[in-house]
């Protein structure tokens, strides 16, 4: 679409004669014909619509009042239904706090019921609990005295048993002495011969000597310097004797000896203390116990070995020496048993006092039959004395009593766990 300013700055060329192109202005005019219609067309077509509006505005006026109306009742219909739900809601708001009130009251008083009936519960369920905790205490303390008294005949019996083992070991170890005492003043008394006589011997010899010394014309000086060579020999064979180092050996070892009694008389004082100590530790140190008397029964195999060896050694040298003088043995000291020890070996076990339960509350439940490995009794292989030979220490003596009851067996297991030593 061609627009009127394009018109007006369209130039158009001329032709000779002094006019335009044709062509030009034909082709000007069909542009200006179609802009032209086209603008005719749409301006129709505006003046259609506007009539259409026009229309419609007529119809909107017509009805503006009925509009207005509607509006006014409306508004009317409008104002009413606020004023009527603001009281609606201001009843409902009541009724809900009245409602309100009420629940409250009423979950008050169902809250004090249920905390009266709580504590209703609770104080009945307390006192039944207070009455059977009582009663579970009364039957503790009840067993536990049971149980002290069971354990204070136990343990009487074990001390009645240990004094007269003590007894027993004493004079077993007086009889021990005895034995070893006659040893020394036999070999004592053998040797002392055997010295004599060999001394006596020597003289005969020596004499002997001199007399063909004398009866015979010796001239050669070899002659005299071999018989003083003999003399020699023979003083120095008397000296030998009587140095010999055999003899101080013997007199060691039997030195030996006695100490090693003495060692044995302080291993069975021990004995006694830990055989008191045993009586107040529970059951379940056993262990500890065992590997302790496991120790000791080492220790006292390897003194009664090494014990047994010397009296061998010192009777195979006496008998190997054919009637060697091993000199005097006066120097060994005589051991004598000392009252003072076995008094306090029986005072060790003259105690009857128990350790007492001191929180009766912790005393746990006792089972009737409670099932317990039987094991080795503590100390039972320490004691090894055999009754028909002193020297032979092979015989294993129990501090356990002979099974006389089954009871007591049933007791001992009852009594496991109750007493403790006080540290």
Same mark, same amino acid.
């Given at each position: ?21 044709? @062509? ?40 503006? #009042? ?25 009843? $409902? ?23 009266? $009936? ?26 536990? @005295? ?44 053998? $040797? ?29 000086? $070899? ?15 008397? #000296? ?11 007199? %060691? ?20 203390? #830990? ?8 059951? @379940? ?81 006792? #089972?009737? %039959? ?54």
């Amino acid at each position: 679409m061609i627009t009127p300013s394009q018109i007006r700055q369209k130039k158009i060329s001329t032709v000779e004669g002094g006019g335009y192109d044709r @062509n030009e202005v034909n082709e000007l005019l069909l542009e200006v014909i179609e802009s032209y219609e086209a603008v005719y067309a749409e301006n129709k077509e505006l003046y259609r619509k506007m009539e259409i509006l026009a229309n419609r505005i007529e119809e909107y006026r017509a009805d503006e #009042d009925t509009i207005k109306n509607a509006f006014i009742t409306a508004q009317k219909t409008a104002d009413k239904l606020m004023n009527e739900t603001k009281q609606k809601a201001a009843e $409902s708001l009541e009724e809900s706090a009245k409602t309100a009130q009420k629940t409250v009251v009423d979950a008050k008083e169902k809250a004090d019921k249920i905390i009266s $009936s709580a504590r209703d519960y609770v104080a009945n369920l307390t006192n039944e609990k207070e009455k059977a905790a009582g009663e579970i205490v009364d039957e503790a303390e009840k067993k536990a @005295n049971e149980a002290l008294s069971g354990a204070k005949i136990v343990a009487q019996d074990v001390l009645e048993k240990a004094k007269t083992l003590s007894q027993e070991l004493i004079s077993k170890a007086k009889a021990e002495k005895e034995a070893q005492k006659e040893l020394v003043e036999k070999l004592n008394a053998q $040797s002392k011969t055997f010295k004599e006589n060999l001394i006596s011997l020597y003289e005969q010899q020596l004499e002997v000597v001199k007399n063909m010394a004398e009866d015979t014309d010796i001239s050669n000086i $070899s002659a005299d310097e071999e018989i003083e060579n003999e003399l020699n020999h023979i003083y120095a064979s008397i #000296d030998k004797l009587e140095n010999d180092d055999n003899v101080d050996s013997v007199i %060691e070892k039997a030195k030996e000896t006695e100490i090693k009694e003495e060692t044995e008389e302080k291993a069975e004082e021990t004995v006694w203390e #830990d055989v008191q100590e045993t009586i107040e530790t529970p059951v @379940n140190e056993e262990a500890d116990v065992e590997e302790a008397e496991e120790t000791d029964e080492v220790q006292n195999a390897e003194e009664e070995v090494n014990e047994q060896d010397a009296v061998d050694e010192i009777i195979e040298e006496i008998e190997s020496s054919g009637k060697k003088s091993i000199g005097s043995l006066n120097e060994v000291e005589e051991e004598t048993v000392s009252e003072e020890e076995a008094k306090a070996a029986l005072d060790a076990f003259s105690s009857d006092e128990i350790t007492p339960i001191e929180d009766t509350g912790a005393i746990p439940e006792i #089972d009737d %039959e409670p099932e317990i490995d039987e094991k080795p009794q503590p100390f039972e292989n320490y004691f090894h004395v055999n009754r028909e030979d002193p020297h032979n220490t092979d015989e294993t003596i129990s501090l356990i009593p002979e099974d006389d009851e089954d009871e007591d067996e049933e007791d001992n297991k009852k009594f496991k766990g109750f007493f403790k030593k006080k540290k």
